[in-house]
């Protein structure tokens, strides 16, 4: 099967099947243009600013690498996925020591959703058997995920997990809802949210979800689809952070490729979000 980047020319052509079509609204790339070039300029005012403590506003230098730009935004998790054909572990990347244990015969080695850069690559899901695990469990006032995907069936599939969040009032659920849906899911111990959008299938995206301990938001491809207002602190989830799977079995297996999965322990920006998704596309 091919497997397929998602482009600027998708963006601009609408052909993605999210529910907000981009070229409805010609003003929108340049606005994000305009948008990206003004955070440049502000970051070059405050460089001495650590950059997870920024706006991540220098992120928009389009000769920035994905690695470089995500690794100082000081990921407390994030599993690249790049690992080597017929590793059984997967690498955290932050330094760590998160490391992810596979079963079931996920495939590393995978073209990933930015080939033009050295560090592509991703893994692959079968859909039926194979996941990811970690004793990571993640609990905190404010929080980010993140991951690329490249959804292969129109079933629901499980992107980054550790609760039945709806039902605990624990930790997240990162999951595609069935055809072209996206979802997630916290739980802030008495009361849980979740916010979906749109989501392209049959070629890479991006999906960002933060959480400043007042509103959620979730981004697909740089962009903020939806919010709602929350509050309280996200315990821990029961389970480690799961990856491809759904250990609560409320989730079919993901079926397709994953990369760049990473949480933060800090809500990342509006400009961070679209600085990552810019980095891999170069644009």
Same mark, same amino acid.
């Given at each position: 099967?091919?497997?397929?980047?998602?482009?600027?020319?998708?963006?601009?052509?609408?052909?993605?099947?999210?529910?907000?079509?981009?070229?409805?609204?010609?003003?929108?790339?340049?606005?994000?243009?305009?948008?990206?070039?003004?955070?440049?300029?502000?970051?070059?005012?405050?460089?001495?600013?650590?950059?997870?403590?920024?706006?991540?506003?220098?992120?928009?230098?389009?000769?920035?690498?994905?690695?470089?730009?995500?690794?100082?935004?000081?990921?407390?998790?994030?599993?690249?996925?790049?690992?080597?054909?017929? #590793?059984?572990?997967?690498?955290? *990347?932050?330094?760590? +020591?998160? =490391? %992810?244990?596979?079963? @079931?015969?996920?495939?590393? $080695?995978?073209?990933?959703?930015?080939?033009?850069?050295?560090?592509?690559?991703?893994?692959?899901?079968?859909?039926?058997?194979?996941?990811?695990?970690?004793?990571?469990?993640?609990?905190?006032?404010?929080?980010?995920?993140?991951?690329?995907?490249?959804?292969?069936?129109?079933?629901?599939?499980?992107?980054?997990?550790?609760?039945?969040?709806?039902?605990?009032?624990?930790?997240?659920?990162?999951?595609?809802?069935?055809?072209?849906?996206?979802?997630?899911?916290?739980?802030?111990?008495?009361?849980?949210?979740?916010?979906?959008?749109?989501?392209?299938?049959?070629?890479?995206?991006?999906?960002?979800?933060?959480?400043?301990?007042?509103?959620?938001?979730?981004?697909?491809?740089?962009?903020?689809?939806? #919010?709602?207002?929350?509050?309280? *602190?996200?315990?821990? +989830?029961? =389970? %480690?952070?799961?990856? @491809?799977?759904?250990?609560? $079995?409320?989730?079919?297996?993901?079926?397709?490729?994953?990369?760049?999965?990473?949480?933060?322990?800090?809500?990342?920006?509006?400009?961070?979000?679209?600085?990552?998704?810019?980095?891999?596309?170069?644009?």
């Amino acid at each position: 099967m091919t497997r397929k980047l998602r482009t600027q020319s998708h963006l601009d052509s609408g052909t993605n099947a999210r529910t907000e079509s981009i070229s409805s609204n010609g003003c929108r790339n340049l606005s994000l243009i305009v948008a990206t070039v003004a955070a440049t300029l502000l970051w070059a005012s405050c460089s001495n600013t650590p950059a997870h403590q920024s706006s991540g506003f220098h992120a928009a230098q389009a000769a920035v690498s994905y690695d470089s730009l995500a690794r100082s935004f000081a990921p407390a998790a994030w599993w690249a996925l790049s690992d080597s054909p017929g #590793s059984v572990t997967a690498a955290d *990347s932050s330094d760590h +020591g998160h =490391r %992810g244990s596979t079963f @079931g015969g996920v495939g590393f $080695g995978y073209q990933g959703p930015f080939p033009a850069q050295s560090e592509d690559a991703a893994a692959f899901f079968n859909g039926s058997t194979s996941g990811i695990e970690t004793n990571y469990r993640p609990g905190f006032s404010e929080l980010s995920v993140a991951c690329w995907f490249n959804a292969e069936s129109t079933a629901d599939g499980a992107l980054v997990v550790t609760d039945k969040s709806y039902s605990t009032k624990r930790g997240f659920q990162f999951v595609l809802g069935g055809p072209g849906s996206v979802y997630f899911i916290i739980g802030t111990g008495r009361n849980w949210k979740e916010v979906s959008s749109g989501a392209p299938q049959g070629f890479w995206a991006q999906a960002i979800a933060t959480y400043n301990g007042a509103t959620l938001r979730l981004y697909v491809d740089g962009l903020e689809e939806a #919010s709602a207002r929350l509050s309280g *602190s996200m315990p821990a +989830g029961q =389970r %480690g952070v799961a990856i @491809g799977y759904d250990p609560t $079995g409320t989730y079919h297996e993901f079926y397709g490729e994953l990369a760049q999965v990473q949480i933060f322990n800090y809500a990342l920006t509006a400009t961070q979000v679209w600085s990552l998704y810019a980095a891999a596309q170069k644009v």
